[in-house]
């Protein structure tokens, strides 16, 4: 036989109360939640979801889109700028562009056509 002490025997003797306690209307489903499907916290909590989701993708497309002064191809906005050339030298002339009229290129005699 088991011995139980005085503490077990109080506890025993304090749940025996209370389940008695207990009905069987006690026990019965309880009515379903009436009101408002959406609490003013959940609301919020999109809300705030939102807002949260639109910071990130405004900070996002600042920092992936190239500012104005080095707007261009990505080689030119990685790369740095050429050397300066000597003050001395003379600048290269651009070559003249041909007008709509005027053939393009002249075959040379070696190229066939």
Known sequence: MSTRS???E???AAFDARARLISAH???PARPPTGRAW???R???VVSAVA???AAAAAAITFLLPSGSDSGSPERRHHPAPPAGDPAATPRTPEPVPSPGEPRSRPSPSQPR
Do not use: H, N
């Open 10 to 12: 109080r506890l025993r």
């Open 43 to 45: 609301i919020r909590r």
């Open 39 to 41: 609490g003013t916290r």
């Open 26 to 28: 006690d026990l019965s």
């Open 6 to 8: 005085p503490i077990e």
């Open 52 to 54: 949260v989701t639109a």
